[in-house]
């Protein structure tokens, strides 16, 4: 913390909250939370059910620290990885001291987003309606959209935004940061996350496999990163290893004559190193891990709790 920013807890004058947001898959919960920090923080794809643990993003605003939690979309869970994200994305919304909801204004208030909307109504936390996607759709659709929604919620405040264009994005920054809490900072000023690179690394690996893996095999991987090595020559060795269900599902990963995984790796090795700003070596490797979805370590590694059943 620097002098000013001591001085300013010392005086009271600092806030400091955790702020969640939370809706359908898909709204733009993570894009969202990269536009408001500022960094990408969280992987984003085209494909639903792309986040699977909580990510926190971390932003000043004046004198505020907002520590940001995107959280997996809330859906229907049928397999144990499903409830374990569904019952993290409720974790995220009961530990915040704000909430955002979001909602897709292109897709409007469906079934997914109602049912959200009625579970968020028990929570005690100020809540702010944000209508993503709004470089998508007619000023008037929006308007009609904000009535409805507010009509069946108290929400303290309804913001337009578009995360992926940066429309409105630095107002609600602004909300959040007049709406937390009093209090210190609780990161340093210059940190921007809270995952170990290690962490992220092997997300930037799985947005990657998503983004050229389709239909139901990317739900059925995993990535982890198993070795992270500072070479002399200052470039980084990482080795990682994805999981999938079955020999078959190994064979489409590695492609013909190794091309998709090649493909794969050039893709997040090039992310990576531009992250760390350094030269990366990417070594993957593909296991098959009959069941992962219901290995204990595997929730481990991902930083999700491992329902019973
Ligand atoms: N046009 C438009 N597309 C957006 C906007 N925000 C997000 N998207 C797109 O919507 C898709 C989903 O975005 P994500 O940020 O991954 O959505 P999410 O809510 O985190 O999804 P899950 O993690 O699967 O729950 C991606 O293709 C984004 O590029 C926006 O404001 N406008
Ligand atoms: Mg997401």
């Not at 930037?204 to 070479?231: C, F």
Request: net charge neutral.
């Amino acid at each position: 913390m620097s002098q000013e920013s001591t001085a300013q807890a010392a005086a009271g004058a600092t806030r400091c909250g955790f702020v969640a947001l939370i809706g359908a898959p898909n709204v733009g919960k993570s894009t969202l939370t990269n536009a408001l920090t500022g960094s990408k923080v969280s992987i984003v794809t085209p494909k639903v059910q792309t986040t699977r643990a909580l990510v926190r993003g971390i932003a000043i605003e004046g004198s505020s620290q907002l520590i940001f939690v995107d959280t997996p979309g809330v859906f229907r869970p049928r397999r144990r990885l499903d409830r374990a994200m569904v019952t993290t994305a409720w974790g995220g919304a009961h530990d915040a001291d704000l909430i955002g909801l979001l909602i897709d204004a292109k897709r409007g208030l469906d079934q997914e987003s109602a049912g959200i909307l009625a579970r968020l109504a028990g929570l005690r936390q100020p809540q702010a309606l944000i209508l993503n996607k709004v470089d998508m759709v007619e000023k008037g659709t929006l308007l009609g959209l904000a009535e409805s929604t507010n009509a069946r919620a108290s929400f303290a405040a309804t913001f337009m935004v578009s995360a992926l264009n940066g429309d409105g994005v630095g107002d609600l920054r602004q909300w959040f940061a007049a709406h937390v809490p009093q209090g210190p900072w609780l990161y340093p000023e210059d940190q921007m996350s809270d995952a170990p690179l290690r962490q992220l690394a092997a997300e930037i690996t799985r947005e990657k496999l998503y983004l050229r893996l389709h239909e139901e095999l990317p739900y059925q991987s995993t990535v982890e990163t198993d070795a992270w090595k500072e070479q002399k020559d200052g470039s980084a060795r990482i080795e990682q290893t994805i999981y999938v269900e079955r020999a078959s599902q190994r064979k489409i990963v590695l492609g013909k004559g190794g091309q998709t995984i090649k493909a794969i790796g050039a893709d997040a090795r090039r992310e990576l190193a531009e992250i760390i700003d350094k030269p990366v070596h990417l070594f993957l490797f593909v296991k098959v891990r009959e069941r992962w979805g219901d290995d204990p370590e595997r929730y481990r590694e991902m930083g999700l709790e491992f329902p019973s059943e």
